[in-house]
């Protein structure tokens, strides 16, 4: 069983960073996949960022892929989502989510595949 916390949200200006952190508890962290969701009032919850297990591959959703990054440090169980240039439209809730690595796959895309969510943090970004 894992635990995941994240950390690092906010009310922000627009134009403005953040870097959200995400630690796992529970569970040997670099078998896990990692990614970082979001969703805001009144949409689905959306893909950002996928990172394979030891941190080499990254998958970034197109629409943020200039802005976010996602990372993550095995040593400190930890991934972060580093977000440049924050717009008020990336107002939502952010949640990171661990998907077992079975091999098959160097990244997850779709939420059914990760079996570990955080409670969430919000952003929130005005204009």
């Keep these: 069983q894992m635990q995941l916390v994240e950390s690092g949200g906010g009310l922000v200006q627009a134009g403005d960073s953040l870097r959200l952190s995400c630690t796992a508890s529970g569970g040997t962290f670099n078998r896990y996949i990692m990614g970082w969701f979001r969703q805001a009032p009144g949409k689905e919850r959306e893909l950002l ?31 972060y ?27 997850l895309e779709r939420e059914s595949q990760y079996d570990y969510w955080g409670q969430g943090t919000q952003v929130t970004v005005s204009s």
């Design 81 to 107: 989502l580093q977000m440049n240039n924050l717009k008020p439209e990336d107002t939502a809730v952010y949640y990171c989510a661990a998907g077992w690595n079975n091999g098959v796959y160097v990244y």
């Design 49 to 79: 960022a996928s990172i394979s297990w030891d941190g080499s591959k990254t998958f970034s959703k197109d629409s943020v892929k200039d802005r976010f990054y996602g990372s993550r440090d095995n040593a400190k169980r930890t991934v």
